[in-house]
């Protein structure tokens, strides 16, 4: 997971900027230390979107401890807040709805 990681962070680097997709199962502590750390050493950001698992839980208000966010709750509590997309996958077009947020991930990083 961190030869991905670094192999995105190259891409970045040649491109400016670079989306890194990750399948749930790629999701770690290890690779998310990994990603924040190369993220704050290079002008070249590496964005990535993953598919949480349904009881993931992260914290609002990076870069201090925050309160806890279920992210299964932010589809009732945050509603009208997602946007929506037009984008095509596998050949078709599908439309889709999005909500960004900076969180912090990880243990320990969420206050009590």
């Not at 290079?42 to 009881?55: D, E, Q």
């Not at 299964?72 to 929506?84: H, M, P, Y």
Request: hydrophobic share 45%; glycine share 6%.
């Amino acid at each position: 997971m961190v030869q991905m990681i670094d192999q995105g962070f190259a891409a970045a680097k040649a491109f400016g900027k670079a989306i890194l997709l990750l399948d749930r199962y790629f999701l770690s502590e290890t690779a998310l230390v990994q990603w924040k750390e190369a993220n704050a050493s290079t002008a070249a950001p590496l964005h990535l979107v993953t598919k949480a698992k349904a009881n993931a839980v992260a914290c609002e208000h990076p870069p201090k401890k925050g309160s806890k966010i279920k992210m299964k709750e932010l589809f009732q509590t945050r509603a009208s807040k997602f946007q929506t997309a037009t984008v095509t996958m596998y050949g078709k077009e599908e439309t889709v709805q999005y909500l960004c947020l900076d969180l912090l991930w990880g243990k320990g990083l969420c206050a009590p």
